[in-house]
């Protein structure tokens, strides 16, 4: 007798999705040496979290100024105000290209924004954009050596940088853009030509600036798809907070301006209104190099102090996370840092969100008794005071800001002294050096 | 004891894939009522075939001839050839949106090539083009319901369609756009990302006229992303002939510029070496409606012949493969058909196209003795030349297509004659009417 076809239809749709499921909860594409340490979180946060009871006032602005804290711009606060007053449960993403080591800016600067957002009750995600990547033609443009490395090392750096801020990796979920787009129940490729419709072309043109290229139609057309991807994410995460540098505004601009028209994917508040996902964006972390022109014009010099944006093919203009004592005193002896200027100065700026940004009272200097002798400040204000008054020499700024960096970076040198991570450390460097 | 990580890994992977191809084997969303019936060919054409013996010259010949027939162009003569003395076995492709009912240009011009292709041996497949329907806003966009009507009337309407020309409906694949781009081993999306990065923006915007619009910047970005789909589609298939409208060809030219580059899914003939894929065109069947402007200046014929194509949204400018004979009588009545002219005339291109066209070698007029009695023309030029003259009347050029295509029509009639089918057929009717 033939099986009713409805009843073959059920089973196989449950036999397939358990197996799906059992597929998804492992660590798959792990390498064998991994597999008996902790794996990395590769799982998605869940779509959806029971409601808590209606939080306090004062708990509240705990949280908002958290979440607030440091950041260059958050579209917007009165949406975030709304959200904890609903008691929302909030996820966070920041995605991330493999695109080369890991520098102070993607990761002091940004997870210790990631440090604050779980400190506010925040559920927060590293998307690990393979997929990105590979459309910039980074790492060669090869996607199986880009998924491996971005899991290898790019995964491990995040977590050593938020250890270094005081952070907690293992609340930290790791997703990698190929896991993501490949889940069926996420319906990425459909989010993404959903954001597509949504957004005319002109639009799209002129978001592609967030990737460091001039506007118009020279570039390749998947440089144009790029933002709509990274649009999607947002939405195939369902995440409430988007948060980048200053760099990737337009992208979640974008996010924000289909949001409320999404049928596939859309956020939801907790009463099940369609919502705009947060932006949270932070400054960027200039450069140690001298800009190209010296002096600047005072007309150019905001423009100079975006372009000093530390570039990771220009290894002595950053630090990376497991820079050695030595490579970050040599790197900051190197450092453009003109005697009593104190606006267009990285080192200054560095003291300013590497220092006090992120949490630190005080900056000792250690100076000998010819040279001034000690002294600590305790704001970034009395440093730029000092500096600008020249007492406060050049030199001894950047050692005061070499030893502040050498300690507060000693948990990424030390998760990187494990062997797998400094040979992915090592692959990764031979790749961009 | 723990199990080994890599031995549970390969369990895994062998589980999973044969559920995975289980899962992929059946008929998987077929309507219930269908399951019993012989189920859609939804499954793909196999990526490799074995290499038959080397042909013969006059083989070769017979099948180049049978494969250019009628076409208004192929892309190129010099690179068939090439392919059909290697014995390269052929795989075919033409991509249709699901978005209203298979007129006669769809249906029965389109349908006669694939005819044409299966005598010369090609392996022949419809690509029932969901996801590009919903990016057209088709259907009300409604997903599901696309999904649905690609199988249950598109799908049947060209298996209809490829019986009243005499192909053979069994040996046609059927393939849902969605299952393809479902497919992880095809990679679908990954292979559309490499056709945007060989292909640039202005090139990208050249080519969206194919659907109809202003090339510019006004149109949402989806609709700058559908022409790179069309040719990842051609690569995900990998097929040799990428066929079409002439209204296709802007596609199909993307896809044979970045053939060579493709590093996803690339074409290669049997030994080892990327080709482009072949691009054959058909001469688009005019609408039967009078043009907007007439007459027409004699600068402006070509382009108002373009503009008279049949339009779905315009019922009574098109014939339906499953239209009764009342209806197609009363279309062709109808038609615009002005006395004396023969080149803006679409009953006389349709006897070129629909009749002697796919293969007809007579066309009888049954007229009354006091009309001149019954006239048989042998060719296209002589219906033309009698028409000239005025010894063929309108009404009678009419009256006797109507009959040919009543006559030609009835496999299709008949198909649809099915319930389930005819549901799917007024299903459609009252979605686009």
Chains 1, 2 share one sequence.
Not at 44 to 73: F, H, Q, V
Not at 192 to 210: D, G, L, Y
Not at 247 to 254: E, G, M, N, P, Y
Not at 261 to 279: E, F, Q, S, V, W
Request: glycine residues 6%; aromatic residues 6%.
């Amino acid at each position: 007798m033939p099986i009713d076809p409805r009843v073959a239809k059920l089973v196989k749709a449950t036999v397939c999705k358990t197996v799906y499921r059992w597929f998804e909860s492992s660590p798959w594409d792990q390498p064998a040496r991994d597999a008996a340490a902790r794996p990395l979180e590769r799982h998605m946060p869940p779509p959806t979290m029971s409601t808590p009871p209606s939080p306090a006032a004062p708990d509240i602005a705990r949280r908002a100024a958290l979440i607030e804290r440091n950041l260059a711009e958050l579209l917007t606060r009165e949406e975030l105000l709304g959200l904890l007053t609903a008691g929302e449960p909030l996820r966070h993403y920041i995605g991330y290209e493999i695109s080369g080591r890991v520098h102070l800016g993607g990761g002091l600067v940004l997870m210790a924004k990631v440090r604050d957002f779980q400190e506010a009750g925040v559920d927060c995600t590293v998307l690990l954009a393979d997929w990105h990547t590979w459309i910039n033609d980074k790492l060669g443009g090869d996607r199986d050596r880009i998924r491996r490395l971005a899991l290898a090392y790019y995964g491990e750096a995040m977590r050593a940088s938020l250890l270094c801020v005081g952070g907690d990796p293992d609340a930290l979920h790791l997703v990698l853009a190929s896991d993501l787009y490949a889940d069926p129940a996420r319906d990425y490729w459909a989010t993404m030509i959903e954001v597509a419709k949504h957004t005319s072309v002109a639009r799209m043109q002129r978001s592609v600036t967030i990737l460091g290229r001039r506007e118009g139609e020279q570039h390749d057309f998947a440089k144009l798809i790029y933002p709509a991807m990274q649009a999607a994410d947002i939405f195939a995460l369902g995440v409430h907070i988007a948060h980048a540098g200053m760099d990737q505004r337009k992208a979640h601009v974008i996010a924000r301006d289909v949001a409320t028209r999404m049928r596939i994917n859309p956020l939801h508040d907790a009463a099940g209104t369609a919502i705009k996902p947060l932006a949270a964006h932070s400054a960027l972390l200039p450069g140690l190099l001298k800009p190209d022109r010296w002096p600047v014009p005072p007309e150019e010099r905001a423009e100079a102090l975006a372009a000093m944006k530390m570039s990771k093919s220009k290894p002595r203009s950053a630090v990376f996370i497991h820079d050695s004592p030595d490579e970050i005193r040599a790197k900051l002896r190197g450092a453009f840092c003109p005697p009593g200027e104190v606006e267009l100065n990285p080192v200054l700026d560095w003291i300013e969100q590497l220092c006090f940004g992120l949490g630190d009272t005080a900056l000792r200097v250690e100076r000998t008794p010819d040279h001034g002798g000690p002294v600590t400040f305790s704001s970034v204000r009395e440093v730029r005071e000092a500096y600008a008054s020249g007492s406060l020499h050049p030199m001894d700024a950047k050692a005061a800001l070499a030893d502040r960096l050498i300690d507060r970076l000693e948990p990424a040198r030390r998760h990187f002294a494990d062997a797998g991570r400094a040979a992915a450390l090592a692959e990764m460097e031979s790749l961009t050096a």
